[in-house]
DNA sequence: GCGACAG
DNA sequence: ATCTTGTCGC
């Protein structure tokens, strides 16, 4: 099927795509971790996509790339992938090495129809995929405790769809959900691997700098 | 009808 | 997302 240019055609397309989630996990050991980031210009018509893999043992950048494109899909809440994917595709295509996982800006099953960015991701390259979002999309939860490491689970109705996980001390918790091939569980422990420092996982914070000045 | 609403 | 002033803290 063809990239979709309205909403109910991005919803059509959703609805197909979601079937093919699949939560077994297909990287029980990953070595690196490729975290996806966009940015867009001041006047929101074009895009920067870019993809940085880094090494889980030491944090350090392996290979990274990064591209830039026009914006062709409006910006509406739960059809974020119809927006961000297309350059997002792109950049992942330029890079060296085949990713073992991605750590997606945004959203995994943590999404009004079980299907946000990191799903759509992870069943379009058949790589393992989740989602650390910076604020909620959909669900309830508790205050996770304050400690580094303490969460709470992210309830949308009685379905459990995502962790709400505090990755420093004293700091708003982030909003993980499993995407694709990998487990709720191994995606908060890798999304707390990643963020020894700051708020957000190493990923992220490469990623979102390369596609800012990428833009200059 | 009234809010809520990833980036 | 991006724009923007000021403020707090290491």
Partial sequence: MRWPATIPEALEV????RAGVDLTDACPDPATV???????????????AAAVTLSLDDLRIV?????TGEVTFPYEPGLFAFRE???????IAALTRPPEVFACDGHGLAHPRRFGLACHLGVLTGTPAFGVGKTRLVG??????PAAGDSAPLLDGDTHVGEVLRTRPGVKPVYVS?????????ATRLTLALSPRYRLP????????????ALD
């Fill in 14 to 17: 959703q609805a197909t795509l």
């Fill in 34 to 48: 490729t975290g996806l980031d966009v940015a867009y210009d001041p006047a929101g018509e074009r895009i920067a």
């Fill in 63 to 67: 290979d990274q790339a990064v591209v």
């Fill in 85 to 91: 994917l297309p350059p997002l595709l792109d950049a």
């Fill in 140 to 145: 309830t939860h508790a205050e996770p405790g």
């Fill in 178 to 186: 499993a995407g694709h091939l990998i487990s709720l569980d191994h």
């Fill in 202 to 213: 190493e990923t992220t914070r490469a990623a979102d700098h390369l596609c800012r000045a």
